[in-house]
């Protein structure tokens, strides 16, 4: 599909932990292993983690000029974020490729861009797998949408990333390669036009079951967090308010919990991974030790007999 | 408590760092922060003897580099504070002021040129000419003032501290080991008795105001996240600098206009310049002197017109090459020769002057001849 | 639509600037929470100046509704001491990891308590260079492995690992605050900033205490190891506690404890 007059120029943009870098320097690798030019350089700020991440990747037959380039010929936005942040890179002739979840906001923030391919990541990886893989089913999709790099050679570069993890637990081997045989799905059927525009398929309900979240489908589906609001859930003595736009998933308050009711939620956060919510252990106690212990403020407990903390 | 340090005109007859510490007082400076280094040391021993009596205040540090941020922390409480150094304590005052730079805080530092590299000598040079004119990891965006003799020491140092605040950029007075010890001749003034203007300084932050609530929170930063705010930063700076450079700039020319051979020089080298030219000109060669005042910003439009009219263009500098590779680039375009007379870490006399204009005068006149 | 409620941060954590900078799990966040909470009840909110160093803690440079000054790399003491020294009106405080605290500022610190400057010095100590990406701090443990000890922290090589309050205690002056606390006590490390805050303001002394922190992007460690890796290996090498409390706290009866020995 893209034909460029020189080398093909990427951006990748995500939440610093959506794994925009990992997906950069795979499909960089993969172009070099199968004999072409390549370079891929993330944008590094001072922040080790955090912020949104850029990762610039250029392949071709052409040797590479400049490590940064001003417009790309593909470009993939993963989170509000990015999208807003990739402006600058989008010339006439550019591929804009995004999550399904940002349609609205890629539509309003960019309605004149004709190649516009809207890949149901997020939601695959979360409803058919698990919600870490996302970025893999991105690499299968980008992999594929480049046209350039042969599959064989993605699988390779994935195993000399990933292959210690795999070697740890084998079962995500099998998952990682799924994520990669979706990706690749995905972008045929989207660039096929089918699917791919931006529906959302019902959001399911957390494994708290009753005690789960109260709205979980707000807003985009309720993916991921666009502002302020909490999620509100009642275990125990406490009422569990988290905020997801402040959450960044380290599960510290996990481990503080001494009823242990505290487990991962299908929600996502801040860097787009996924939030915590009670209701995995005991009921809770109200003791508070997770408000207290999270770095970011994201949790606040309230009594449920009414009592102000 | 005594508030003005001079009242009327004082003829006095001192050394350049008494000269110095005088003028810091008499410009209203609250504040120096100093570590030891000779040949700068005397201005700390005056200003700690004498600031006491009008209010000001003194802390010997650790190093230049605390030298260089206490006076940082003082510029941002909003107070006229000044720091000095020399050789090696200049190269630890960069970190400092490579700050200063870039969040616009308007230090005055005392520069007092010794021997280099590493420890040198204690007593004389020009050698940090690069080190204060683009020092740090920047774009040399300060202002330099070199002066030649007391009177200029005294002027400039009041009129640094004015600079500062006006413009917002790190200033220094780059003298030297001679400037800082020899004694001679100078009129100590107040300058509100001459009615020359002195910027005011303020606090940029601890300013009145719940912040957050009553008015925003000042957040300064000197780091950026991506290249491309830096750049933008930085952008504006520069844009500031430019803007401000044509006010600044700062020269001075003794028979220039008609000179066939046209001596450059700074600081205290330019005096020699003077009495060379005068003396080449009782002996009937067209010579001329020009020095800049300001070495940053530069005052190039000037020099290049004087050069353009010179059969030959002579920079006589303490230091190899330093000011020389300047007025090249300064005059770059331009097809009259460029000679460069450098002797690092050592004086510059008349005769020198004489002896080496004469070598050009004479090879130029002898077809004639 | 309005929020339901808004998050209970303290009002002086700049509500625009977060989600913050720091990585998910560090507890440069739980330090800052003490330290605005702190800030606000005490009454400080109006004339404290806030300022952090390089390294992690310079992504605190918007954190506050508080004046804030981003410095360099071990160069916070430096500048508020000479800001303090010209507005003492002022309460400073100077917020540095222990890379600019211990290493390249260690002169600044010596000095600072040699003269009792009253200034709070804030020190968290996640044993490692977390900006830079994870190499060996003063603070890092015997055998403990990071990008420059890939082997582990061999002490015949680069020395035991530098206890900061313990330095600091033993040149302090007599009116001077020492502590050392930890994220995983939230409650104590927050009482040793509140002593730390009135040591300056009310007795006009230096106040040093040291945070023991997480850092799960550089350790390498998830959630449970983060916490096991602090609470068993650093608050063994790292002693919790007061060292040389400050005069001023103590005749109000503060608590204040003898230095501990580990």
């Known amino acids: 599909m893209l034909n460029p007059q020189g080398n093909l120029k990427i951006v990748l943009a995500g939440e610093g932990g959506q794994g925009v870098q990992t997906v950069a320097e795979i499909m960089a690798e993969a172009a070099f292993r199968s004999g072409y030019q390549a370079l891929y350089i993330p944008s590094f700020g001072v922040e080790q983690r955090g912020g949104v991440s850029l990762a610039f990747v250029q392949v071709g037959r052409q040797p590479i000029g400049a490590p940064v380039f001003y417009t790309a010929d593909l470009v993939g936005a993963f989170s509000l974020r990015a999208v807003k942040k990739i402006g600058g890179y989008l010339g006439d002739e550019t591929w804009l490729f995004y999550d399904a979840h940002l349609e609205e906001e890629v539509k309003e923030l960019y309605p004149s861009l004709e190649r516009r391919v809207a890949i149901p990541a997020l939601e695959v990886a979360r409803e058919e797998m698990h919600p870490r893989v996302f970025n893999v089913v991105i690499l299968g999709a980008l992999g594929e949408a480049t046209g350039l790099l042969p599959r064989e050679a993605v699988t390779e570069a994935l195993e000399r990333q990933l292959g210690h993890k795999f070697a740890q637990d084998p079962s995500l081997r099998e998952m990682n390669y799924r994520a990669l045989e979706r990706g690749q799905e995905l972008c045929r059927l989207a660039l096929a036009g089918e699917g791919a525009a931006g529906g959302q398929g019902e959001v399911r309900r957390g494994p708290g079951g009753e005690r789960g979240p109260e709205k979980a489908d707000r807003g985009r589906g309720g993916l991921v967090p666009g502002s302020l609001e909490p999620i509100i859930t009642e275990d125990g003595q406490g009422r569990f308010y988290l905020y997801p736009a402040l959450c960044k998933g380290c599960g510290l308050c996990i481990e503080k919990c001494p009823v242990r009711t505290i487990g991962w939620a299908r929600q996502l956060g801040a860097l787009g991974t996924p939030v915590v919510e009670p209701g995995h252990g005991e009921p809770c106690i109200a003791c508070r030790q997770c408000q207290l212990v999270c770095p970011d403020c994201a949790i606040w407990i309230e009594r449920r007999d009414g009592d102000k903390p | 408590m005594e508030t003005k340090p001079i009242r009327g005109e004082q003829r006095a007859f001192m050394t350049g760092n008494e000269v110095i510490a005088w003028a810091a007082l008499a410009a209203g400076a609250e504040v120096m922060y100093g570590y030891p280094i000779t040949p700068q040391s005397e201005i700390m021993h005056y200003w700690a003897r004498l600031a006491p009596r009008y209010g000001r205040r003194f802390l010997q540090t650790e190093d230049e580099l605390a030298a260089g941020f206490t006076t940082l922390g003082a510029v941002l409480a909003g107070e006229v504070a000044f720091t000095a150094t020399a050789g090696p304590g200049n190269v630890l005052m960069q970190e400092p002021l490579s700050m200063a730079e870039m969040m616009r805080l308007p230090a005055v530092v005392i520069i007092a040129q010794r021997g280099g590299p590493s420890t040198g000598t204690v007593i004389y040079s020009q050698q940090e000419f690069n080190l204060t004119c683009y020092g740090g990891n920047g774009e040399g965006l300060r202002i330099v003032y070199s002066p030649s003799h007391h009177q200029e020491l005294f002027d400039y140092t009041l009129k640094a501290f004015h600079t500062a605040w006006k413009y917002r950029f790190p200033t220094f007075i780059l003298g030297d080991g001679y400037q800082s010890k020899m004694r001679e001749p100078v009129t100590l003034y107040d300058p509100a008795e001459r009615g020359l203007e002195v910027a005011p300084s303020r606090p940029l932050v601890g300013v009145p105001g719940t912040p957050g609530r009553d008015r925003p929170p000042v957040h300064l930063r000197n780091t950026y996240n991506l290249e491309e705010e830096l750049y933008e930063a930085l952008q504006e700076t520069i844009e500031a600098y430019d803007r401000a450079a044509p006010e600044i700039a700062e020269w001075e020319a003794y028979r220039a206009e008609d000179a066939e051979y046209l001596v450059v020089a700074h600081g205290v080298v330019a005096r020699a310049a003077r009495e060379g030219v005068r003396l080449l000109r009782d002996a009937g060669i067209r010579a001329g002197a020009f020095r800049p005042i300001t070495l940053r910003p530069f005052p190039q439009k000037e020099l290049r017109e004087m050069a353009s009219r010179a059969k030959t263009v002579l920079v006589m500098e303490s230091s190899y090459g330093q000011l020389e590779r300047e007025i090249r680039a300064q005059l770059y375009g331009l097809t009259v020769p460029l000679k460069g007379y450098r002797r690092p870490g050592v004086g510059i006399t008349p005769e020198e002057v004489v002896r080496e204009v004469q070598k050009y005068a004479t090879r130029s006149a002898a077809p004639d001849a | ?262």
């Open chain 3, 1 to 262: 639509m309005l929020p339901a409620r808004l998050p209970q941060m303290p009002e002086v954590w700049r509500l625009e600037s977060k989600p913050h900078k720091f990585c998910p799990g560090c507890g440069h966040g739980i330090v800052l929470k003490c330290l605005g909470e702190a800030v606000e009840e005490l009454g400080l909110v109006d004339r404290t100046v806030f300022a952090c160093d390089i390294g992690c803690s310079l992504l605190a440079w918007d954190f506050f509704n508080l004046d804030t000054v981003q410095t360099h790399h071990g160069r916070t003491l430096p500048v508020l001491a000479g800001l303090k020294r010209v507005r003492p009106e002022l309460v400073v405080v100077a917020y540095m990891g222990d890379g600019g605290a211990y290493a390249i500022g260690a002169q600044h610190l010596v000095a600072s308590a040699g003269r009792d400057d009253p200034v709070t010095v804030i020190v968290v100590n996640n044993t490692v260079y977390a900006m830079t990406g994870g190499q060996m701090a003063p603070t890092t443990l015997p055998e403990e492995k990071t990008e420059t000890t890939p082997y582990g922290r061999r002490v015949e090589e680069n020395g035991p690992s530098l206890r900061g309050p313990e330095l600091v205690a033993s040149i302090a002056s007599p009116g001077a605050y020492v502590a050392r606390g930890s994220v995983a006590r939230v409650r104590q490390l927050k009482g040793f900033i509140k002593k730390g805050l009135r040591a300056q303001v009310e007795g006009g002394h230096l106040a040093f205490i040291e945070a023991l922190s997480t850092c799960p992007t550089n350790w390498r460690t998830n959630a449970r190891e983060t916490w096991r890796f602090l609470e068993e290996k650093m608050h063994k090498h790292f002693p919790l506690g007061e060292y040389a409390p400050a005069q001023a706290v103590r005749e109000e009866g503060g608590g204040a404890q003898p230095p501990r020995k580990s």
